[in-house]
C-alpha cells in the first residue's frame, strides 16, 4: 500500500474530491495548512504599518491506497488541482506498511 | 407665567426629540452589527467601513445641501441656530410668540437644531438598508459614491414631497391624494430598498450564490451573535423612529399618542419574530435564527406607516403578517436570483410597501387625514419610480466609469484585503 | 393654565415611563449577549433563538392576557388607548379631572399605554433569567412552550398578589404583612430563578460538567467580550428598571427619589462587581472576569428591591455584600451538582433573596408603609411556592409529553445543529 | 401654581441629568468593546476584566471622596439626599426657594444626586482611556491601583480647579484667565491621555512592535466588529457627554443650547471620520477602518471643548480638521516608538489639546465668560503638567514596588492565562 | 522505528492518550483533520437553503515509537478508539528512518 | 528523496523558516498541532472550576528534500529551532518514493 500526499489550492478541494471518488477511492482525510513555496504571499495593512503574510492557505488530502492503482490515482489529481498558476501543489507519496480499520480490526487492503 | 408653561412645554418637546433622534443614530450600530454579523468574516472589515462611513456621509450632506433641499433653510444650515432673529433674546420672544399662536394643543415647537438632528439620522437608516443589498461583491469606494447622491439628493427630493408636501415636480401633491406614512415605511424603507434593488440588479449575484442547476447555496452568516445583537438595537432605536414621529409629546393628547407607538411598535415586532420563526419551522423544519430576526424587523417596518392608530391586537396581527411576507419574499428573490445576503430588500421594500398598503385600515381618509388604498399606491410609486430610477441612473454611471463590482480574485479572497487591507478577525480564520 | 402644568406633568410622567421601559427592553439584549457569550460556540445559535422568541413570547402573551390578569383592563389591552372615554377630547378631560383630584403632588398620571410598556419588559426580563439556566441542553420548543405559560399565567397572578394589592387566593394581602419589593428582587427576579431552578431539577446537568468523582469540569463560555458586552447593556437598562419603578418624575419630590435610584443602583453595581472580582482572587488566585460580572449583576439585583432610601454608603456596602454571596452562591451550587451555565439561579435567586431581606434596613414598616422582615419572609416564600411549584408542575408535563432535554448525540453535536440547523461561527471553529 | 412650574423645571432638568448620565455610563461599554477589539485575542479576557473593574472603582472611589475633593458635600456623598434639610418637606421649599431666586431663565436648579450621577461617569471616561494605551502588557493589579489614586485624588483635585473654579494650589484661577472647556476636551480626555501617557513611557513598547531595524511591526486587532461597536457606542454615549454639559434643558434658550450641541457633535464626529478615512486612503491606499474609527472619535474629542457656539459648517471644519490630526499623530508617536495599541493618547491627548486651543475661535473671550489663547494654553498646561507629574509618580512607585509590566513569557503567553487564568475565545483560537 | 498515524473520532482523543501512555508511549502529535469516508455527514440549513456539510470532524495522531511495541500500541489504540460505530477511524504505519530531538540532538530511539 | 517531519514550538517558525531557504530548500508546508510530552501544560480555571490544558500548541513542518541535503537540513533546523528548554521538539525523518509538481507535472528532483 502506499499514501498519498498531496497538497492543494483550497478551493480545488471538491474537484478533486469527486475526481477521486470516480476513481473508487472512498476514503481521504484532509487538513488545512500554509503554504511556503513559489507562489507569493499578500501584504496587509495595519494603522499604516504595512506587513506580508507570505504563508498561503493550501489544504493537505492524506490518501492511502492500494499499489494498483497509485498511477491512475496521481494522473487523476494532477488534472482535477490543475490551474496552471503557480501554487498549485504537490504530489507525494510514500510506503504504508500497514492498514487497520478501527471498527473491525480489518487489515490492510480491507481496511481501506 | 404662562410664558414660563410654553417655554417647558418647548423645552420638554424638544428633548423628547434629541433623544428619539439619538436612538435613530444608534440604528446605524444596529445596521452595522446586523450586516456584520451575516456577511462572511472575509467581508467584514469592509461592511463595517462601509456602514460607519455612510453613516458619516449621511450626516454630513443632509447638512450641507439635503436639508435644505428637503426643508429649506439654507445650505450648511446657516441660521439654524438663531432662526433669523438677531439674537438669543429676540430668539425666545419670537419662539413665545409661535407657541401662542400655535396655543398650548396645537402643532409643536420646538428647536431647528433638534429637528435637524432627528431628520438627518432617517437618511443614514435609507442608505444602511443599501449597504447590506450589496454587500460581498460591491466596491467600497463606488459605494460610497452613491451614498453622496443619495443622501444629498434622492432622498431630500423625495421626502420634500412626502413630509413636506411639496408638488411632485409640481404636478400632483401626495397628501391630497390621500397618502400618509407616518414614520416612513415608504418615505425611508421603501426608498432605501429600492436604490438597494437598482443597485444588486446591475452588480449581480456573489460568486457561488446560485448553482447551474438553478439550486440556491447557502453563504451562511460568519457570526450570528453580532446579527441578533444588530437586531436588539434596531428594535430599540426604532422606539425614536417612530415615537418621535409623533413630532409633539407634551400635551396629554401627545403623549398618548406616543406610548401607543411605543406600544404598537413593540408589539408589531415581537408578532413578527415569532411569526417568522413559526412560519420558517413549518417550512424548514428547523427554527431559523436569520429568519426570525428578519422576522422581527418586518414587523416594525410594517407598522410604521401608522404606528398610532392601530389597537394592540391589530398592531400584532399587522407584524404576524409581515413576519410570514418576510419570509416568502426572501424565498422568492432567491428563486429570482436578486441575491440580497441580509435579506434588506424584502424586509424594507417588499414589506414596506405593505406597511403602506394597510394605513387605511386604521387610519382611513378622512376631511382631517388619513389615507386611501389609491393615496398610498400612488405614493409607494412614486417613492420607487423616483428612487429606484435615479439610483438606476447613478449605478449604471459608477460601472461605466469607475466600476461597482471587485474582481472574482478579489471576490474570491474577500473584499477585507482588497478594500481595507485587514482583516476582522485576523486570528479566527484561516487568511 | 392649570390645566396645561397638568398636562405637562402627565406628558413627562409618560415620556419618563417610555424612555425607562426603553432601557427595560435593552436588558432583552443583555441577557441575549451575557448567555451568548457564557455558553460554548456550537450552542450559541440556539440560546440566541430562544432570548428573541422568549421577548415577543412575553410580550404577545401579556399583551393577550397576562396585563389583564396582573391589572385588569381586558385581554387584548382592549380600550387601553381611549381608557373609557368615548374620544380623545373626552379623554383629556377625563385625565385632568384624574390630575386635578391626585393633586400636583400626588400619584403620577399617565399614560396607560406607557404604562403597560413600561410593565411588559419587566414579564420578559423574568423569563430572560430562564433560558440561561436551563442552556445547552434544553429544548427549544419546550422551552418556548413553558414561556408562554410562565409569562401568560404563572407571572401574570403573582405580580397580582404583589404590585397589585391583591389577596393571595383571597388569603392574605402581602401588602398588609408589611411586605415591600420596589423594583422586582423578588416579584421579577426570584420569580425568574424560581422557575429555573424548577427546570434546572427536572433536566439535569449538562453532560460532562460533574465528573464521576465529584469533580466540577469548566465549561468555558465561548465569547466573553459578548458577555462582557450584556452586562454593560444589563448595567445601563437598570437605571430603567429600578428607575422607572419610581412611578412618578414630575415633581421635586419624585424627581429626587429617582436620582437617587439612579446613583445607588450605580453604587450597587460597582460594589458588587469589585466584591466579587477581589473575593474570587482570593479565592482562586486568578481574576475571574466571569464572576466580576455576575458581582456587577448580583449588586444591581440587591438594591432592586428598595434603591430609593438607603444612603449611598448603604448602597455600597449592600452591593459588596451580594458580590460575595454571589461567588459563595455559584460555588455551592456547584457542590451540589445544580448546573446553571450561566449563574442565574445565584444572580437571580440568592441574591433577590437577600435583597427583599435588607429592605427593612433602609425602609422600615411604619403606617405608611415599608417592609418588615417577617413580611418579606412571607413575601418570598409566597413567591418562591408559586413560581417554583407552577413551573416544576409545567416542565414535568412537558417532560412527559413531549421531552425537555435534547439528546444525547444532539448534545455533543451541539443544540445549534438539531435545534436551529445553524452554526453561530461557521468559520471560526471546526464543525 | 408657579412653584409647580419651578416643579416641573426641577424634574425636567433633573431628568435631562439623569438620561445624559445614563448614555455617559453607556460609555464604560464602548471603551471596553473598542479596546476588546483592537487587541489580540490572548489580552481579551484581561482588558475586559480592566475596564469592568476600572468603572467600577472610579463610581465607588468618587463617592467615598472625589466628589468630596471636587465640589464639597462631604465624603461618602453623606446628606446628599436631603441636603441639610431636614426632612423632604423641608427640602421641597428649600429647592423652590432657590428656584425663585435663581429664576426662571436663571441657573438650572436640580438635584444633587443627579448631578454626582452625571459627574461620576467622567472620571471613569478620563480613566477608561488609560486602559487602553497601557493594554496588551500591563498588569492587571498594577493598573487597579492606578485608578483608586487616578479617580480618587488626581482627577477631582484638576477638577476642582476648573469645572469648581477653585485656585490652583491657591495661586491663580484658570476661569479669570480666559480657560474654558465645555465638557472636557481638556479636563477629561487631555488628562486621561496625560496618565496614560506616563504609564507608557514607564512601561516601554510591546515585545515585538518594534524592529531592531526601526521598523514598526503591525500587532492587529482580534475582533473588528467589537471595535467598531464599541466606536458607536461611544458615539452615541457622547450626546449625554455634551449635551448633558449644557447643565440646563428647561427653558428656550437652554433647550435650543443642547439641541445645538447634539447637531455639533454629530457632524464633528461624522467629519471626523470621513476626513481620517479619506486621509489614511490617500497615505496608504488602502480604506483603514481602525483609523476612520479614530477619525470619529477625534471630531468627537475636538468638538467637546465646545460645542455649542460653533456653527453646523464650524463644527464639521474642526471635526475634519481633528480627523487628520489623529492619522499624523498616531503615526509621529510610532515613529518615536510610543506605543498606544489604540492610538488612546493621539484620539485624547493630541486632539483634545486641538480643541481646547480651537474655543477662542467661535467663543472668544469677553465680559461674560468664553475663552482667550492663552487661557487655553495655560489650562492645557495646568492640566498636563499636574496629571502627568502625579501620575508619572505613582506609575513610578508601582513599578519599583509591585511592577508595572507583565513577564516576557507571560506577555509572550498572553496576559489572559496569567492575570485571569481564563481565554477570551477558547474555542477559536489554538491556545 | 515506526510512525504510527491514528485518525479517530475526537470525543476519543483523551481515552486513546490515556491507554497508549500507559503502555510508556510519552509523547504524541495531535491535529484537528477533518474526514471523508464511509460515515456520512449531516446537512444545515440556512435562510432556506439546505446544504451538506460532509466532511466530519477528526482527530489524528502521530506517534513514533520503537519497532518492538508497536504490534501492542495498534491493539491498544484499537481498543480505546472502538466504539464499533462506523466512522471509528483507522491506524497507518510508515516506516521511520531517524528521529532527532532537537533539545539535545539525541538520535533514533533515544530521541523518542 | 526523504520527507522530513518536523515539531517546533510555534515562535520559532520564523526562525527555522529563514535558516533553511538560507540552505536552498524552497517549500515548506507548515501546520498547526498540539503536542503531548515530556513538556507539561497549564492549568486554568473557570467560574472556581480549575482544568489542566495540557496540550500544548506546536507547529509540524514537511518538506520534502533531495537525500544529499538531509543530513545539513536536519543540523541547521537543529540549531535555528533550539532553546535549550523541554519541548524544543523533534526531527523525524521517512522515504519519500515519488513527489510531483501539479502544475508542470515534473517528478522527483525537479518537483521539489
Ligand atoms: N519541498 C516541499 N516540501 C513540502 N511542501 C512543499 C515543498 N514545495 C512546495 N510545497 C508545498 O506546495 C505548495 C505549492 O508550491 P509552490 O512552490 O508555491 O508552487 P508550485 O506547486 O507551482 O511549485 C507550497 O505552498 C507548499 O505547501
Ligand atoms: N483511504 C483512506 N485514506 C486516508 N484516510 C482515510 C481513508 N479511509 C478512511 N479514512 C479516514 O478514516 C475516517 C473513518 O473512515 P470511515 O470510512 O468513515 O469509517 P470506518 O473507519 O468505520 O471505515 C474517515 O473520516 C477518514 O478520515
Ligand atoms: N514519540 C513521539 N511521537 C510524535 N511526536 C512526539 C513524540 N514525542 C514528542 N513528540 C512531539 O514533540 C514535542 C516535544 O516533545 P517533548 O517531549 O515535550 O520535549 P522534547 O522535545 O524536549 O523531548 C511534543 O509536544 C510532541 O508534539
Known amino acids: 500500500m502506499k499514501l498519498i500526499n498531496v497538497i492543494i489550492k483550497p478551493f480545488k478541494l471538491d474537484d478533486v474530491r469527486e475526481a477521486i471518488s470516480e476513481i473508487g477511492v472512498e476514503g481521504i482525510t484532509v487538513s488545512e495548512v500554509k503554504g511556503f513555496g513559489r507562489q507569493k504571499g499578500h501584504t496587509e495593512l495595519y494603522r499604516g504599518a504595512e506587513y506580508q503574510v507570505d504563508f498561503l492557505p493550501k489544504v493537505k488530502l492524506e490518501i492511502a491506497v492500494n499499489d494498483e492503482i497509485v498511477e491512475r490515482l496521481v494522473e487523476t489529481i494532477t488534472k482535477a488541482a490543475y490551474t496552471g498558476k503557480i501554487g498549485d501543489g504537490k504530489i507525494f507519496v510514500y510506503n504504508l506498511e500497514q492498514a487497520v480499520r478501527i471498527r473491525t480490526g480489518e487489515q490492510d487492503s480491507e481496511a481501506l | ?431
Chains 1, 5, 6 share one sequence.
Request: hydrophobic share 55%.
Open chain 2, 1 to 431: 407665567m404662562e410664558q414660563n408653561i410654553f417655554q417647558l412645554q418647548y423645552a420638554l418637546d424638544t428633548f423628547y426629540f434629541l433623544i428619539c433622534g439619538a436612538l435613530v443614530m444608534w440604528m446605524a450600530a444596529g445596521f452595522s452589527m446586523l450586516e456584520a454579523g451575516l456577511v462572511r468574516a472575509k467581508n467584514t472589515t469592509e461592511i463595517l467601513t462601509k456602514n460607519v462611513a455612510l453613516y458619516a456621509i449621511a450626516c454630513i450632506m443632509y447638512l450641507v445641501v439635503g436639508y435644505d433641499i428637503m426643508y429649506g433653510g439654507g445650505i450648511f444650515l446657516d441660521g439654524i441656530a438663531l432662526d433669523g432673529a438677531s439674537d438669543a433674546e429676540a430668539l425666545v420672544g419670537a419662539v413665545l410668540a409661535e407657541s401662542a399662536e400655535a396655543g398650548f394643543d396645537g402643532d409643536a415647537v420646538y428647536s431647528n437644531a433638534s429637528d435637524f438632528f432627528f431628520q438627518v439620522v432617517f437618511v443614514a437608516t435609507a442608505m444602511s438598508i443599501v449597504s447590506g443589498a450589496v454587500a460581498e461583491r460591491m466596491r467600497l469606494w463606488s459605494f460610497l459614491a452613491f451614498a453622496v447622491v443619495l443622501t444629498g439628493f434622492i432622498y431630500p427630493m423625495e421626502g420634500s414631497w412626502t413630509w413636506n408636501g411639496e408638488a411632485v415636480f409640481g404636478l400632483y401633491t401626495l397628501g391630497d391624494l390621500g397618502f400618509s406614512d407616518f414614520a416612513g415605511s415608504g418615505i425611508v424603507h421603501l426608498a432605501g430598498a429600492s436604490a438597494a434593488l437598482a443597485g444588486v440588479l446591475l452588480l449581480g449575484a456573489r460568486k457561488g450564490k446560485y448553482g447551474v442547476d438553478g439550486r440556491v447555496n447557502a453563504i451562511p452568516g460568519a457570526n450570528l451573535p453580532m446579527a441578533t445583537l444588530g437586531t436588539f438595537i434596531l428594535w430599540m432605536g426604532w422606539f425614536g423612529f417612530n415615537g418621535g414621529s409623533v413630532l409633539k409629546l407634551a400635551d396629554i393628547n401627545s403623549a398618548n399618542s406616543v406610548a401607543m407607538v411605543f406600544l404598537n411598535t413593540n408589539a408589531a415586532a415581537a408578532a413578527g419574530a415569532i411569526s417568522a420563526l413559526v412560519f420558517a419551522k413549518i417550512l424548514f423544519k428547523k427554527a431559523d435564527l436569520t429568519m426570525t430576526l428578519n422576522g422581527a424587523l418586518a414587523g416594525l417596518v410594517a407598522i410604521t406607516a401608522e404606528p398610532s392608530t392601530p389597537t394592540p391586537l391589530q398592531a400584532t396581527v399587522f407584524g404576524a403578517i409581515a413576519g410570514v411576507i418576510v419570509v416568502l419574499s426572501i424565498l422568492a428573490f432567491d428563486k429570482v436570483k436578486i441575491d440580497d445576503p441580509v435579506g434588506a430588500i424584502s424586509v424594507h421594500g417588499v414589506v414596506g410597501l405593505f406597511g403602506l398598503m394597510i394605513v387605511p385600515i386604521t387610519n382611513p381618509l378622512t376631511a382631517d387625514g388619513g389615507a386611501s388604498f389609491s393615496g398610498q399606491l400612488i405614493g409607494a410609486a412614486t417613492i420607487f419610480v423616483w428612487v429606484f430610477g435615479t439610483s438606476f441612473a447613478v449605478w449604471y454611471v459608477l460601472k461605466k466609469v469607475i466600476g461597482i463590482r471587485v474582481t472574482e480574485e478579489e471576490e474570491y479572497e474577500g473584499v477585507d484585503i482588497s478594500d481595507c487591507g485587514m482583516e476582522a478577525y485576523p486570528e479566527f480564520t484561516r487568511g
